[in-house]
């Protein structure tokens, strides 16, 4: 990214080259504008941005002081959590309905998020589902109309198509108010399933939640 956009500032000062200094605001927003519609036509940013003319946020192009810079800050998180939450759902058993609907969006610390675009763009993104039996399903515990996986797939798909500038995980999370086990055991289904309780599944353990842990790249 950091490339792309030392890339963009040398394209300006070349553009700029043997134009009447009158012109040359003119010439930077009009340049500004075709470049920014031809990265978003041919995939390279996204269709969600802040625009920042002289250091002044939301400002037309044309209000450039020259030399500029006139600076496009590309929102990725909308289209790739979208994404993330629609393959999980996809994945999900649909039995009841209630744990594919049950999958949300928080930062560390536990705060849900209620508006994507408002994510900053260095933020950690967990998706998780809050369901009491959702690490049974991710981890095959329990037999479903689905394979186990869910939460794994789902960063395989993430990494499939937005690779090149998110980083993702699988992990497992304690969220808060969650569901405290009852350390009943029951033996799953699935060859070389564990015999006893772990000591972080006995009774009184609070569950961890099988999540997705996303973060843009830096580079």
Not at 31 to 53: C, M, N, P, T
Not at 180 to 204: E, I, W
């Amino acid at each position: 990214m950091m490339a792309r956009i030392s890339t963009f500032a040398r394209d300006l000062q070349l553009a700029t080259a043997g134009i009447a200094p009158e012109n040359i605001a003119r010439e930077l927003a009009a340049f500004a504008k075709r470049e920014l519609l031809r990265a978003i036509h041919e995939g390279e940013a996204s269709d969600q941005f802040d625009r920042y003319v002289n250091g002044r946020v939301g400002v037309p192009e044309e209000s450039v002081q020259p030399p500029g810079p006139i600076l496009y800050v590309f929102k990725y998180w909308r289209e790739i959590v979208e994404f993330a939450l629609e393959t999980l759902t996809e994945r999900s058993p649909e039995k009841s309905g209630r744990y594919k609907q049950s999958w949300f969006v928080m930062l560390p610390g536990g705060g849900r998020v209620q508006d994507i675009d408002a994510i900053p763009i260095n933020a950690t993104v967990i998706i998780c589902n809050d369901q009491p039996y959702s690490r049974k399903i991710d981890v095959g515990h329990m037999r479903m109309s689905v394979p186990p996986g869910v939460v794994e797939d789902g960063r395989k798909a993430v990494l499939s198509r937005y690779g090149n500038i998110v980083t993702a995980k699988r992990t497992m999370i304690q969220l808060p108010n969650g569901y405290v086990l009852k350390g009943r055991f029951r033996r799953g289904y699935r060859p070389y399933a564990r015999k006893k309780l772990r000591k972080d599944t006995q009774a009184g353990a609070q569950m961890t939640y099988p999540a997705l842990v996303l973060s843009m790249k830096v580079s």
